[in-house]
């Protein structure tokens, strides 16, 4: 079973919203935090936004007041709701969880949804 699985990635016009899930699936044991990052083509990996367990959540700089994180902890699913998107958002969007998974503390990424948005 894949421990993460993203969806709702796709294309959309500048000025226009989009809404990311991830849910988390198989051995489990308990996950502290969640939350998505992204990488542009000839770009590093970087912070889009995570949320803990308790509901504190930490933004990258360029999505703060765009984006929302949230999370549903009796599902194991984090969202991303992204509006006012632009070109400069487009990017391969991956899902990451920390927590217990097979008895051991692991950082898993999921396989990455892509995002375009376009001028």
């Known amino acids: 079973q894949v421990p993460l699985v993203e969806s709702g990635g796709g294309l959309v016009q500048d000025g226009g919203s989009l809404r990311l899930s991830c849910a988390a699936s198989?051995?489990?044991?308990?996950?502290?935090?969640m939350g998505w990052y992204r990488q542009a083509p000839g770009k590093q990996r970087e912070l889009v936004a995570t949320i803990t367990s308790g509901g504190s959540t930490n933004y990258g700089d360029s999505v703060k007041g765009r984006f929302t994180v949230s999370r549903d902890n009796a599902q194991n699913t984090v969202y991303l709701q992204m509006n006012s998107l632009k070109p400069e958002d487009t990017a391969v969007y991956y899902c990451?969880?920390?927590?217990?998974?097979?008895?051991?503390?692991?950082?898993?990424w999921g396989q990455g949804t892509q995002v375009t948005v376009s001028s």
């Open positions: 198989g051995s489990w044991i308990s996950i502290n935090t």
């Open positions: 990451n969880a920390f927590g217990r998974y097979n008895l051991r503390y692991a950082n898993i």
